[in-house]
């Protein structure tokens, strides 16, 4: 956790700065999260910083908060929030707090904060190869190689080059759809844009 924490202190001191500069907060959390990738801090956080800094807040660390504490935010909610996260990577916020009758303001804080859960798309990928379909193209691909060492030009002027896929008819799921909770270091979610549906037809290109 103390890692986690250097990193959400370095970047609410490169906030600070990009504000006195008079950078926007929504320039700021993309200039972030260019730099920080699936680390950069949520962009809640980053507009409740800017605030801060410009009513004349100088200090990095949070302030000590007054009046009644937060009840919510127990070692126990937070380990039920996580185990409703670690069950479905989609789950709302608004759900959480639902399910747990707590405000969707503790779930916030315990999600990003505490959780440290960042909420990203799905990557898209072109195609789920199997280890048959990949050991096949590396092999194509050396003898490919191999006949132009051996051919040299003339092997080049006699390729004719095509592809095949089929066109499925369904209705594509949308990035937002896709997206997941996960940790600043997690791996990010693949997507395959080739998914099998009930009805497709082939398209042959040469």
């Not at 910083?49 to 004349?56: L, P, Q, S």
């Not at 280890?131 to 092999?139: G, Q, V």
């Not at 002027?157 to 997941?180: A, N, Y």
Request: aromatic share 10%.
């Amino acid at each position: 956790m103390a890692a986690c924490y250097d990193i959400n202190f370095e970047q609410r001191a490169v906030i600070k700065f990009l504000t006195k500069e008079g950078e926007r907060a929504v320039n700021i959390h993309n200039r972030l999260c260019v730099v920080y990738g699936n680390a950069a801090i949520a962009r809640f956080s980053v507009y409740k910083w800017v605030t801060k800094f410009k009513a004349g807040k100088d200090s990095l660390q949070d302030e000590p908060r007054s009046g009644r504490p937060n009840t919510a935010v127990t070692d126990e909610t937070i380990a039920r929030v996580d185990e409703m996260i670690q069950l479905n990577r989609r789950v709302r916020v608004w759900d959480i707090a639902s399910v747990l009758n707590i405000s969707t303001y503790s779930v916030e804080i315990i999600v990003h904060e505490h959780l440290q859960y960042r909420k990203i798309c799905a990557r898209w990928v072109p195609r789920s190869l199997t280890e048959e379909h990949k050991r096949n193209r590396l092999d194509i691909s050396n003898e490919l190689v191999q006949r132009y060492d051996v051919q040299g030009q003339a092997f080049l002027d006699c390729i004719v080059t095509g592809d095949e896929t089929w066109l499925h008819q369904f209705e594509p799921e949308t990035k937002r759809q896709s997206m997941q909770w996960r940790h600043p270091w997690s791996p990010p979610p693949r997507k395959f844009r080739a998914v099998a549906s009930t009805s497709k037809q082939m398209a042959t290109v040469f």
